[in-house]
């Protein structure tokens, strides 16, 4: 059976290992001069493959997506992933918040050996091959140095990704391609993303690129302790990134969305109060706010961002500001710096072996399906997972057609 396999990402690649250790003829395509450089960025802070969470609660934080990633999580779980990276000779560890990591942190010994066992299995890489779609007679169509290179395959795994940070790769012009094709494809969006905020121009010029560190973060009724980041534009980080899903939703129907911070979670409102409450003497509110209460200047400055240049001298109200500061968000940040992507090739558009519908021997694996998750090494799971599904299922296809 020869396969071709497009984007050699970990989707993509993952599909090339099932389907070349059963023996199929794989070669994968990707645009770019060389290969997973999406999972080569995710390793630069920490490659974190995936969660140690209960799998009932890890499924969950598929979100409307859960039903139909279920039984393909289960058939590739995380213990399953973490035993296939230590097969690759990275042993892993589960960090303090339960994120399961390789002990080398980055993803480049993992991928070197991966590349590695892929050739001996045969796997055929052709970089600088840009897929875009097929010809008259059904036959993939590739530009490669300015030439057209036409493919036939008995089978096609779409492991595209989807359309953020596109200099890596991922650009989402694969959208059009299966629109018109007749697949139902759900308008890509950011995920994990960062948000705008209209900054005053000094709070921009003086805190721009820096951390709001060991703050809480409201939105809805959820609360995420952590980090953020002041961007030009507004603000990112991994906090902004959990309630992101949310956020962007409520941007979506109503058009704005507050978040509020809590610059002191680790102290009660009484506590804060207790605090002010101590002689401030001759000190500019900002000196006694930072000897008090340890916070930062760029958090003294949230403050009067949030609650007017004048910061109250009134302990309640102050209490009360710290530990709630409402940032106004104007919108998500473009999709160029989210960390995943939202929306995709719908669910209902591919059958429970990930096949297109509208394409008999197509599948579609990865992140360029239709699901979201938080930052927790949910993303490289459920692409990792819906790679080993495509994979399989193709391959039993394959055993049904020839025992006929
Ligand atoms: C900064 C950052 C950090 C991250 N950290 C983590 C993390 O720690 N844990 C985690 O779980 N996830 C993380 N992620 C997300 C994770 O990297 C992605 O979810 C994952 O790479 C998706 O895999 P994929 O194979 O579906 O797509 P991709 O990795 O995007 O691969 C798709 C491939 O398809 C190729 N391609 C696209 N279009 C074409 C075309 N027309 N022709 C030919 N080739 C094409 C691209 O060049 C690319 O190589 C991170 C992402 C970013 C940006």
């Given at each position: 059976m020869k396969?071709?396999?497009?984007?050699?990402?970990p989707g993509g690649l993952m599909a090339a290992e099932v389907l070349s250790a059963a023996g199929a003829d794989v070669t994968v395509y990707d645009r770019m001069p060389s290969v997973a450089r999406k999972l080569l960025i995710a390793g630069r802070g920490g490659l974190n493959l995936t969660h140690s969470e209960p799998f009932e609660r890890f499924v969950a934080r598929y979100g409307a997506a859960a039903p139909r990633l279920k039984p393909i999580l289960e058939a590739f779980a995380p213990s399953a992933l973490i035993a296939w990276a230590e097969g690759l000779g990275q042993p892993t560890f589960v960090g303090t918040s339960g994120r399961v990591f390789p002990k080398a942190m980055k993803a480049s010994p993992l991928l070197r050996a991966w590349l590695t066992r892929l050739e001996r299995q045969g796997v055929v890489i052709k970089p600088r091959?840009?897929?875009h779609g097929w010809d008259e007679h059904g036959r993939l169509l590739f530009a490669q140095s300015g030439e057209t290179v036409h493919v036939t395959a008995d089978a096609t795994i779409l492991a595209l990704g989807g359309a953020s940070w596109p200099k890596l790769g991922s650009t989402g012009t694969w959208v059009d391609v299966l629109r018109a094709r007749g697949v139902a494809v759900t308008p890509l969006r950011p995920a994990n993303c960062g948000?705008?905020?209209?900054?005053?121009?000094?709070?921009?010029d003086r805190f721009e690129g820096t951390p709001l560190k060991n703050i809480a973060l409201s939105f809805h009724g959820e609360t995420v302790r952590g980090e953020a980041l002041i961007t030009r534009a507004g603000i990112e980080g991994g906090a902004v990134y959990a309630l992101s899903s949310a956020l962007r939703s409520a941007l979506d129907h109503t058009g704005h969305a507050t978040l509020m911070v809590d610059l002191r979670p680790d102290l009660s409102h009484a506590d804060v109060l207790a605090k002010l409450a101590r002689p401030r003497g001759s000190e500019t509110v900002a000196n006694f706010l930072r000897k008090t209460l340890a916070l930062a200047p760029v958090a003294v400055n949230l403050l009067?961002?949030?609650?007017?240049?004048?910061?109250?001298l009134d302990a309640p109200t102050l209490a009360r500001h710290i530990k709630g500061a409402p940032i106004t968000l104007t919108g998500t940040a473009p999709i160029d710096r989210a960390i995943s992507t939202a929306g995709g090739v719908a669910l209902d558009a591919v059958d429970e072996n990930l096949m297109l519908k509208a394409m008999p021997n197509v599948y579609a694996v990865g992140e360029m399906l239709d699901w979201e998750a938080p930052t927790g090494g949910y993303l490289l799971q459920a692409t990792f997972a819906t790679a080993v599904a495509a994979a399989r299922a193709l391959l039993a296809s394959e055993r049904h057609t020839a025992s006929r």
């Open positions: 396969v071709a396999i497009i984007g050699a990402g091959h840009e897929w948000f705008t905020a209209a900054w005053s121009e000094t709070f921009r009067r961002e949030t609650h007017g240049k004048d910061l109250s």
